[in-house]
């Protein structure tokens, strides 16, 4: 009966238990070998009593494997309570737990020992494997809850950094990389500071510690880098809305209304050079202290693509050109009848849009437009001059990489920068065409 109540799970008081039955055997063995030889009857005793001691052994240990799982059980509802509290210290709720796992299981392997036997090496492993089992569970529980608390961490810091992140982008101002890392640098020391504080009660070592800080400060710059991504890929949206502001808007702020005064070649070249500007905040990422030199390289990425905002004419009053960019000599679309190149009012044969066409139909010889033999001569020097800067720039937008520049900072490479530019060129044309059309009417 004791042999199946054992089996069955835990019983109290084993070992007086099997003492006593163990007692009542050995009476029951003196009393028939009374008559025997005194050493044969105790070697006999000895071992009857060591044949019984291994007989009950199996029943022993489960016992004792019925009291750790009890004791492991115990500890994870004590550790489960300890840390449900939100400011409980999780090593304190540890050592609360083990207490009140570990004293049962002492206590309780005491009263299953049969005196007598030389069990202690089975209790001191069953101890041993308990201890095991806490110790993984405690491992496993703080590094979950130490994840828990980075995790949360790293979104607080997301939270805080990206939308002054995206502010930044949005606004695309001059100070716009070394404001960002002023936001990034103070923030992110307040939240390594904060998940110091968090994992404190957690007794973190000192390289674990740093690891997880660094951990948050990467998580967060990734995410930085992915909304900087982000706006670089949408660049033309932010040149098109600098070049609006310009353009459309006046010094107050108001619309600008295009009466015969209004420079527009000049506003669209300003407009063009603040578009230059944003796109070349965005082509090299500087989340970082530019290092030796660098600062050199993005320098001459920028003047590179504020290049891109020059007029291609190197010669010649800006007012002869259209936007900056094309000639309008002999255009006649010039308000109040304007004839300093030689034409009447609404004599558009010269041009078309400011497109010249003079020159593919005209000769040395071709004086319409009031100019002498000679000055074609001249523009034509012009051209030259326009043709290498073109062929200048070509070449720099033609390599695959800025000069100077690590290609892991590159958000745009010279080749994307100048089909960017050019998706925004001919968007904005579009405006000062209409502004053009508006200013200038074709007389009937």
């Not at 238990?17 to 070998?33: K, P």
């Not at 000895?46 to 492991?72: D, G, I, N, S, Y």
């Amino acid at each position: 009966a004791l042999e199946q109540a054992s089996s069955t799970g835990n019983l109290d008081g084993f070992g007086a238990h099997v003492h006593a039955l163990i007692g009542r055997a050995t009476e029951l063995y003196d009393e028939e070998t009374q008559f025997f030889d005194p050493a044969v009857r105790t070697t006999k005793r000895e071992e009857m009593v060591q044949k019984v001691m291994r007989m009950w052994l199996p029943a022993f240990t489960h016992q004792m494997e019925v009291l750790r799982e009890q004791c492991f059980a115990t500890f994870q509802a004590a550790l489960s309570e300890a840390t449900s509290a939100t400011s409980c210290n999780f090593m304190d709720a540890v050592s609360t737990a083990k207490d009140q796992s570990l004293g049962p299981f002492v206590s309780g392997s005491s009263e299953m020992l049969i005196p007598g036997s030389d069990w202690e090496d089975e209790v001191q492993r069953m101890r041993k494997e308990l201890e095991k089992e806490i110790a993984s569970l405690i491992t496993q529980t703080r590094t979950k809850r130490m994840e828990a608390v980075l995790k949360a961490s790293v979104k607080s810091l997301t939270d805080a950094v990206v939308p002054s992140v995206s502010t930044l982008m949005d606004d695309a101002l001059p100070d716009m990389w070394p404001t960002l890392r002023n936001v990034m640098r103070t923030t992110m020391e307040g939240k390594r500071d904060s998940l110091g504080v968090a994992l404190s009660s957690y007794s973190p070592e000192a390289g674990e510690l740093a690891g997880m800080q660094e951990t948050l400060v990467l998580e967060a710059r990734e995410a930085v880098q992915a909304r900087v991504l982000e706006a670089s890929n949408s660049v033309v949206l932010r040149m098109r809305e600098r070049f609006n502001q310009v353009f459309h808007k006046d010094e107050n702020g108001l619309p600008r209304t295009w009466d015969v005064n209004v420079d527009i070649a000049g506003i669209s070249k300003k407009g063009k050079l603040e578009a230059a500007q944003v796109l070349a905040l965005f082509a090299v990422s500087m989340m970082d202290e530019p290092e030796d030199g660098a600062e050199n390289a993005t320098s001459t990425v920028c003047s590179t693509l504020a290049a891109l905002a020059e007029p291609a004419q190197t010669q010649g009053d800006v007012s002869d050109t259209l936007w900056g960019w094309w000639p309008l000599r002999g255009c006649a679309w010039r308000a109040g009848g304007d004839t300093r190149d030689g034409t009447e009012p609404g004599d558009v044969i010269d041009t078309l849009w400011g497109w010249p066409l003079r020159d593919a139909r005209g000769g040395p010889g071709d004086a319409r437009d009031g100019a002498e033999p000679g000055d074609v001569s001249r523009e034509s020097s012009g051209d030259s001059a326009t043709l290498g800067r073109s062929l200048s720039l070509g070449s720099q937008f033609a390599m695959a990489t800025w000069p100077g520049v690590d290609e892991s900072v590159t958000l745009l490479s010279p080749a994307r920068c100048r089909e960017l530019w050019r998706s925004f060129d001919s968007e904005v044309m579009v405006y000062i065409t209409q502004a053009v059309a508006a200013q200038v009417k074709p007389s009937l």
